[in-house]
């Protein structure tokens, strides 16, 4: 999808692609030093999701299907006990999102795919980020880089059938007991009717830090105010059902989440997002989520932003999870890619 646009707002763009082109590479050379040697690199897995739903220029990688929206942040003030982070003391930060579902087929059906996503920037006043990707799966299947490169190989559509091929996901499965909690948790998992009253986790875990250093282990999820439904039989025949759902909902107020912190006790495992951890940890309401608008996602705020994990405030810091390096340079690799494959055409990302 094209829009016209003047010459000089077209040559502001340009002008603004190419420091994304720029600031994208150095993040992608400092992520990247997260991987080990031994491990597939940012370009071979985001090579494999480009096999896997075969090339799309200018779209992501993965959760390649989505929307933006916009809203804003109102802090309870609860996590500052926690955090320096001025994200947490009272007040409201504004936020830009995209609700997305899993995958790397921007033309894929609303209800082909069970994972759905919720991605947060938070725009502090004092010039400062929180970026955050979320999705509606509680553990995530694999703990390693690695591991996850063998899953998307796994899953390569057979060219003769154009799916994956069963034999050779069970071997990986069997291969990788660490993938239990996610298979049973994926096999009791029914998808809700809307992104609206879904519950989105974090999945990694993350590190408050407070004034005199003291340090706490979290992992945070965002909780719908509406109450969970099962997607229906009728929703099924609307390959776009996800997207109008949200807006016929918006159009009739706001969407509210609230944003949970749920604290670490030592025992408790940083590094592996495949273990889930006790449900009787302690949890605090940081604050409420509150979304208002929704757009398209090639002309919507949230095309050209990269939800890297990593892009964090003063305060709140990365675990030892190696996930999270991971995520962060496999997004700045997909995302110089499509910057670059826009920008030779158009100066602008027209898709995502």
């Not at 150095?26 to 096999?51: K, M, Y």
């Not at 090339?55 to 003030?77: D, I």
């Not at 006990?81 to 921007?106: C, D, E, H, W």
């Not at 608008?293 to 990365?318: F, M, W």
Request: with cysteine; proline share 8%.
């Amino acid at each position: 999808m094209q829009t016209s646009l003047t010459p000089r707002a077209r040559a502001g763009r340009y002008l603004g692609i190419g420091a994304l082109l720029g600031s994208t590479a150095l993040a992608l050379v400092w992520a990247a030093h997260g991987f080990n040697s031994s491990q597939a690199s940012p370009q071979q897995i985001t090579d494999q999701f480009e096999r896997n739903a075969g090339f799309q220029p200018g779209f992501r990688r993965n959760h390649s299907k989505g929307l933006c929206v916009t809203g804003y942040f109102e802090a309870q003030g609860e996590a500052s006990i926690y955090s320096t982070a001025a994200l947490f003391q009272a007040g409201q930060t504004p936020v830009i999102g995209r609700f997305a579902i899993g995958g790397s087929n921007p033309q894929a059906a609303d209800d082909s795919v069970p994972i759905r996503s919720l991605a947060l920037q938070f725009n502090l006043a004092n010039g400062e980020q929180w970026r955050t990707a979320m999705n509606s799966n509680a553990v995530f299947p694999v703990a390693s880089p690695q591991s996850f490169y063998e899953q998307l190989q796994a899953s390569q559509p057979d060219p003769k059938t154009g799916k994956p091929d069963p034999a050779r996901l069970k071997d990986f499965f069997d291969s990788h007991p660490e993938t239990a909690a996610f298979r049973a948790w994926l096999k009791g998992f029914t998808p809700s009717s809307s992104w609206a009253n879904t519950h989105y986790y974090g999945l990694n875990a993350f590190v408050l830090v407070q004034e005199q250093g003291q340090r706490q282990a979290v992992r945070w999820s965002l909780v719908p105010e509406q109450p969970y439904e099962p997607l229906a039989a009728v929703q099924r025949d609307n390959p776009n059902t996800l997207s109008h759902d949200l807006e016929q909902r918006l159009q009739q107020g706001p969407l509210r989440w609230q944003l949970r912190l749920t604290l670490a006790q030592l025992e408790d495992p940083t590094h592996d997002a495949t273990q889930a951890w006790p449900a009787d940890r302690p949890q605090i309401t940081a604050g409420l989520v509150v979304l208002e608008h929704s757009q398209p996602q090639a002309t919507g705020p949230c095309r050209d932003i990269n939800y890297d994990p990593l892009v964090l405030p003063k305060g709140i810091e990365g675990s030892d999870d190696p996930l999270l390096s991971a995520r962060s340079a496999v997004y700045a690799t997909a995302l110089y890619r499509r910057l670059q494959e826009n920008h030779s055409t158009t100066g602008a990302l027209q898709h995502d």
